[in-house]
């Protein structure tokens, strides 16, 4: 059975203003018992209070994110640059997941870039199933480009056979495919799964003074990018049957994510989703 979590995105202002620990009370008492790490610095006072959060708060680590390499100006550590520590790091906290949360820009140039980098993410695959880990790898709406009529995401998977994958359904519905059709797909490579719904917006009121000032081009604008992202439930996705799918195609975590909140706060997004996902029956999953 799968269980929900947070992906600790979300978190990541709170980490650095009360601590791991205190969030991770606050995403406890909220009902969340699980969490993905990503953008926080994995430092010493971070690792151990994530400790301490499983310990006093029974809370789970689900995974931890990696990168290929380091980018400038963002936390984190690179398998290329920290691989035993990152090692260490997972067996400390008491998980075998890893992530990989992004396509790195330079593999985006080309196909040839693309298959370098996936043959790469490979090797380290490989080298972290004999330490007991799995590598994984998340997507956007990029890799459901084509290339001679196979989508990136496919050319990927065939140049890293030992790397599986983190489905998030809202890039999956935004690169125009169905999320259920797609869990289905992968299923058996699919370890975690990012519940985060798609909402079409209101076009705000800026877009009609643009209009009748005679921009058009800046009202079409506005018009195309109504796309939003939403809390759980609060969209145009067909949650019931996501979660069924992501369980059948052998998911171990479902993990709650929002990029923007247009105007709320993380507390009330992630409480929102928790009782819409309760509301859908699926409370037996927290």
């Known amino acids: 059975m799968a269980r929900i979590g947070v992906q600790a995105m979300m978190l990541r202002d709170s980490f650095a203003e009360v601590g791991a620990f205190e969030t991770l009370r606050k995403v406890s008492g909220l009902g969340y018992n699980a969490v993905e790490i990503s953008q926080i610095p994995m430092d010493e006072k971070n690792v151990g209070e994530l400790e301490k959060g499983q310990a006093e708060l029974g809370m789970d680590v689900a995974s931890l994110s990696v990168m290929m390499e380091k980018p400038v100006g963002r936390p984190g550590d690179s398998l290329k640059d920290d691989f035993e520590k990152i090692v260490a790091d997972a067996k400390r906290l008491d998980t075998n997941l890893l992530r990989i949360g992004m ?10 870039a693309l298959v370098d980098f996936a043959k790469e993410t490979n090797g380290y ?15 956007h709406h990029i890799e459901f480009a084509k290339f001679n009529g196979k989508y990136l995401l496919d050319i990927i998977n065939e140049n890293s056979p030992a790397m599986g994958l983190e489905i998030d359904v809202h890039w999956v519905q935004r690169g125009g495919l169905d999320p259920v059709r797609t869990l289905d797909k992968y299923a ?38 109504v796309v939003q992202f939403a809390e759980v439930g609060e969209g145009n996705l067909d949650f019931p049957s996501i979660v069924e799918h992501a369980q059948s195609a052998g998911a171990q975590y479902l993990l709650v994510e929002q ?19 309760t509301a859908m029956g699926f409370s037996g999953l927290f």
Not at 190 to 218: C, N, Q
Not at 259 to 277: F, I, P, Q
């Open 103 to 112: 396509l790195p820009f330079p593999a985006m140039k080309s196909v040839e």
């Open 125 to 139: 695959a490989e080298r972290l199933q004999d330490e007991g880990i799995s590598l994984y790898y998340h997507n």
């Open 259 to 277: 990029d923007e909140l247009y105007g709320r706060t993380v507390w009330e997004a992630l409480e929102t989703s928790h009782r819409n996902l």
């Open 188 to 225: 058996g490579r699919t370890a975690m799964v990012h519940l985060k719904d798609y909402r079409i917006g209101m076009l705000p009121e800026s877009a009609f003074g643009l209009l009748e000032a005679g921009d058009f081009a800046g009202f079409m604008s506005d018009f195309k990018d």
